[in-house]
């Protein structure tokens, strides 16, 4: 069978790079996350996307490898949340696995909290870590890098998100347009794996969390986006086609910072009393 980059089966200028968001759990609580990662959890609350933790099940990202078989194996696959290390380890542990037996290039983003916890022979399965420093974490950083230096062959790729938005205040600016949206240079770049739905660029949680509202996702699944659909791999081929109208116009024109005529606001991450920025355990050792 032919192998594509997603880069050609979109046939998209760009890179393109899969970001599985495997959770929405989050040891720091960042004032403003784009995934509201800064907010308790509150089964009777009105915010939905924080009713109850979301752990992504490994049989949903398997059926993501088989049926997009052939497209993507040598794209990088990042496993992010919420923050990834968070997470049971046997859970880590069996996404990493099934990605790699289905041959696809695996990362990390992490803010350190748990990464010693990995033993070394699954780290190794993994292309590149992401270590991103939020400035209150920097404790897991150094802890992680030394972790790395004895133990892990891969890539480590060091960042700093020091501030987030404040994306409630840009939602329903009403400034942008379809054109625009389907020119964005965000869009395809990061496919995202909100198992078991497959949403279109990086952006696309964060709004969701931001309106509040679970319409896109029904959109989504309505219109083949779900690796629940055998026909996944012609739906994405076909995104132009296939790709919600509500999508472009209730989401991108109405509401992406991208679409917006000004500039938003940073805001500075700050130490907050529910961080919990470095988690104590004994080092991993090799299995």
């Known amino acids: 069978m032919s192998s594509y980059s ?28 784009d995934n509201d990662a800064h907010l308790p ?3 009777n609350g009105d915010l939905i996307f924080r009713r109850k933790a979301l ?8 059926k993501f490898c088989r049926v997009m078989d052939g497209v993507g194996q040598e794209d990088p696959h990042l496993l992010t949340g919420g923050e990834i290390t968070a997470l049971p380890l046997p859970t880590l542990i069996g996404y990493i696995d099934v990605l790699f037996r289905h041959g ?25 870590i992401y270590l991103n420093s939020h400035g209150v974490n920097e404790e897991a950083i150094s802890a992680s890098q030394d972790y790395l230096n004895e133990h892990y062959r891969g890539r480590v790729i060091p960042e700093a998100t020091l501030q987030h938005r404040d994306l409630k205040s840009v939602v329903r600016h009403g400034e942008g347009t379809v054109e625009q949206a389907l020119a964005c240079d965000l869009l395809l770049t990061t496919l995202t794996l ?11 949680w964060a709004l969701m969390n931001s309106l ?14 779900t690796v629940n659909n055998p ?26 910072y991208k679409t917006r005529s000004t500039p938003i606001p940073l805001y500075p991450i700050e130490p907050h009393p529910r961080d919990r920025v470095l988690k104590r355990i004994p080092i991993a050792r090799e299995s």
């Not at 880069?7 to 403003?32: G, K, L, W």
């Not at 752990?55 to 398997?62: G, M, T, Y």
């Not at 909100?194 to 696309?204: F, R």
């Not at 026909?231 to 992406?256: G, H, I, M, V």
């Open 194 to 204: 909100l198992p078991p739905v497959v949403l279109p660029c990086c952006n696309t």
């Open 41 to 43: 959890f509150s089964k």
């Open 6 to 33: 997603f880069r050609q089966f979109f046939d998209v200028p760009q890179e393109v790079s899969v970001r599985i968001n495997a959770t929405n759990i989050c040891n720091i609580h960042c004032t403003h996350c």
């Open 212 to 225: 509040n509202t679970d319409a896109l996702m029904g959109a989504l699944v309505e219109a083949g986006w």
């Open 55 to 62: 752990i992504a099940d490994v049989a949903d990202i398997e």
């Open 104 to 128: 696809r290039k695996v990362g990390m983003r992490t803010n350190g909290y748990n990464l010693r916890g990995i033993p070394p022979d699954k780290l190794n399965l993994l292309d590149r």
């Open 231 to 256: 026909a996944l791999k012609d739906t994405l081929r076909n995104w132009r086609q296939t790709l919600p109208r509500e999508f472009l116009e209730y989401f991108c024109a109405d509401s992406c």
